[in-house]
């Protein structure tokens, strides 16, 4: 696995941080409330993440549904 693995393009957070890694993509969902990484979204893009990490041909789907997850708790 590797979780360096780069996102098409840095993901812009409204706080300033941008997300370029899955490893990055990873941390910020750890430092999440456990309440929020128990939604279907966020375990989608968990699940994911995983994925992407191990085969690179599900990284876009990994960074789509990061976007939609960060979207979803107005992040980005």
């Known amino acids: 696995m590797t979780w360096a693995r780069k996102f098409a393009s840095p993901i812009a957070l409204k706080d300033g941080r941008s997300l370029a890694s899955l490893s990055e ?5 750890l430092s999440l409330p456990e309440i929020h990484r128990r939604e279907a979204v ?7 993440l995983s994925e992407a990490a191990a085969d690179r041909d599900s990284l876009p789907d990994a ?8 979207k979803a708790e107005a992040l980005i």
């Open 25 to 29: 993509g990873r941390a910020l969902m």
């Open 42 to 48: 966020w375990r989608r893009a968990a699940e994911l």
């Open 63 to 70: 960074d789509a549904q990061l976007r939609r997850a960060l």
